[in-house]
């Protein structure tokens, strides 16, 4: 009883200063993922420090507090996009239910997995997004009617599956892969990757919350600094335009693949004893 009860509340080993570290992380994960999405890259290794605290329920936390972020991204940008609903609710259905799926099996991953797969992911859209320097500037949808929306469908499954069982760059993906196989703009990709990434969440969160993974305390003050980061982020973005996205995101991405790319590096040579 002792233990389903702190999973309601702090992981008991969190000091105060860590917190801060840990909520400040949740504001700048807001708006880096409204921005260029990947938010969880700065977010999830910030939870990954917290004391006790297993791989399971960082991500399971991640998505707490990242779903109340994204949800206030999405409305700030709708209001000020207006994307097209039938794409992206399709695209957001078939998202939650491989987000589902994706969650049954990360409790099945060792923690070694989480960082090397991060770490890999965060270099190749870096390098996709370098080599193509005028991709995303203007929209050029390539497909129409049931082909563009069976696409959007499989984009959908296939990040949402990813999403679900690890998650850091899902955002990221999901306007990349828009960009890319649909033809959006990178504001206009941006503007549906948070209504998707909403969905990609809530799936990770029907399995994760049945199973007690989530500490509600830590991931409810999160999703409060997410909001506020969301907010400022997707107002940035849609007054700043897609050149801007696209220089934030490989900013973003380098200093990413920097830290975490030590923190492998140093693991890999740290004695096993």
């Not at 270099?123 to 949808?141: H, M, N």
């Not at 909403?198 to 990770?204: E, Q, R, S």
Request: net charge positive; with cysteine; glycine share 14%.
């Amino acid at each position: 009883m002792t233990e389903v009860l702190a999973l309601d509340l702090l992981p008991p080993g969190l000091e105060p200063g860590t917190l801060l570290l840990v909520l400040l992380a949740g504001l700048a994960a807001g708006f880096v993922d409204a921005v260029v999405g990947g938010g969880g890259l700065v977010q999830l290794p910030a939870l990954l420090l917290v004391p006790g605290l297993s791989p399971v329920q960082a991500l399971a936390t991640n998505k707490l507090g990242s779903i109340l972020g994204t949800t206030t991204s999405a409305v700030t940008y709708h209001r000020r996009v207006r994307p097209d609903l039938p794409t992206t609710v399709r695209m957001a259905a078939v998202a939650l239910v491989g987000s589902f799926a994706g969650a049954s099996i990360a409790a099945l991953l060792p923690a070694a997995v989480f960082k090397p797969v991060i770490v890999v992911a965060l270099v190749g859209i870096g390098a996709f997004t370098l080599l193509r320097p005028s991709l995303g500037e203007v929209a050029a949808l390539r497909h129409t009617g049931r082909r563009h929306h069976g696409v959007a469908a499989g984009i959908g499954a296939v990040i949402g599956f990813y999403d679900g069982i690890l998650g850091p760059g899902t955002g990221s993906f999901l306007v990349f892969a828009m960009v890319s196989l649909l033809g959006y703009d990178f504001l206009g990709a941006s503007a549906r990757a948070k209504v998707v990434n909403c969905a990609t969440n809530l799936g990770a969160l029907l399995f994760f919350v049945p199973h007690g993974s989530v500490f509600w305390g830590l991931g409810l003050l999160l999703g409060a600094a997410n909001m506020v980061g969301g907010y400022l982020g997707a107002r940035t973005a849609t007054s700043r335009g897609s050149r801007f996205i696209r220089v934030a995101f490989l900013v973003v991405v380098t200093a990413l693949i920097a830290r975490l790319g030590w923190d492998v590096w140093t693991e890999e040579l740290r004695p096993r004893w």
